[in-house]
């Protein structure tokens, strides 16, 4: 997750956050936990905590780091749409379950009526691909409504990842920097369109 940003301060930075194909849930619940500099696993058990020759007190003291180092009155604004409803539920349900429901908003919405007044934000979405022909004609006017859409927010950074090759052309505008990355078996790009700095407060 931390590879979807142009630095790793950049979601301090930018407080306001956006996921428009949130799913269920990910990519907002992992920007929560980046924002507030809470370590992964933070909430679970590992195996190894069970192997003699580490001991427990090694244990206590990485968990009492951690939690020294997490900054849970970071104040940040972190919202995950979808357009299905079901998924809405899903993302809410495993917030919870995180401990951060009360720190993300999740509604169903379709990409193409985002709209915000909001400055210098981070959007980070992972958009339906179009693998399957019959969808690709859908997807690709997905793709334009997406440029329409944040060619208005013009004081955000936006990180694409999707296995279309001529996103840039069907979204509108060409990337900052393109990244290879592959999702499972399918080769992927995470098009980086990076935002002006926010003015120093």
């Not at 180092?69 to 299905?84: E, F, N, S």
């Not at 379709?110 to 969808?135: A, C, F, H, W």
Request: glycine letters at 8%.
């Amino acid at each position: 997750m931390s590879g979807c940003f142009n630095s790793i301060n950049e979601l301090a930075s930018r407080s306001t956050f956006f996921d428009p194909f949130c799913g269920s849930g990910t990519i907002p619940i992992e920007a929560a936990l980046i924002g507030q500099n809470i370590a992964p696993g933070f909430n679970r058990d590992f195996a190894s905590e069970s192997w003699p020759w580490i001991g427990d007190k090694v244990w206590e003291d990485a968990r009492n780091e951690a939690e020294d180092l997490a900054k849970y009155d970071q104040r940040l604004q972190i919202t995950g749409t979808d357009i299905d409803h079901r998924m809405i539920e899903v993302s809410k349900e495993n917030a919870i379950e995180a401990g951060l429901g009360d720190l993300i908003t999740f509604k169903q919405m379709q990409v193409s009526d985002i709209t915000t007044k909001d400055q210098y934000g981070v959007l980070v979405g992972n958009p339906p691909y179009g693998e399957r022909l019959g969808e690709r004609k859908e997807v690709e006017k997905m793709y334009r409504e997406m440029g329409k859409a944040f060619a208005t927010l013009d004081t955000w950074s936006f990180y694409i990842l999707t296995s279309y090759e001529q996103f840039e052309e069907v979204y509108g505008r060409k990337a900052t920097k393109k990244r290879k990355l592959f999702n499972g078996f399918i080769r992927t790009d995470l098009y980086q369109y990076w935002g002006p700095r926010p003015p120093r407060v």
